[in-house]
């Protein structure tokens, strides 16, 4: 699971850095456009990457404390405020679980660490230009 958090990461940093079109077209054979669709959000992509595995990893200290530290990295690469917020929202999700689920104290310190990090990561995050 943390191999899997570790590389939606990665897609999703190079996705930070990227203008995402607001529809997407798909023409025919002869070129005339049949099906037009949303495009993803930023928010739908992030939502789908952690979601599931919030959810799944709920009373698992390692994989929670990796996605946290994530959500840090990811601070580091967002390009706009909405990009920041996005991501704020799911430590905030993230944060919550820890205390529903995790009953260790050592535990909820390790991931108190990784949480003030990434707060401080996502409160530096570059303003957009």
């Known amino acids: ?17 990227r203008s995402l079109p607001d529809l997407l077209a798909w023409p025919s054979d002869d070129g005339a456009v049949r099906v037009v669709g ?20 709920e009373g698992d200290p390692a994989v929670l404390i990796s996605l946290g530290k994530l959500i840090g990295q990811l601070g580091t690469a967002a390009q706009t ?9 799911h430590l905030e999700m ?6 529903r689920t995790v009953p260790e104290e050592r535990d909820r310190r390790d991931f108190a660490g990784a949480l003030d990090d990434a707060r401080t990561k996502l409160d530096r995050a570059p303003a957009p230009p």
């Open 81 to 89: 405020t909405d990009q920041v917020a996005i991501l704020r929202d």
């Open 38 to 57: 949303d495009a993803s959000t930023f928010r739908g992509l992030v939502d789908v990457a952690f979601n599931q595995i919030r959810q799944a990893a």
């Open 94 to 99: 993230l944060a919550r679980a820890v205390e």
């Open 1 to 17: 699971a943390i191999t899997i958090v570790h590389r939606l990461g990665d897609a999703l940093a190079r996705l930070a850095n």
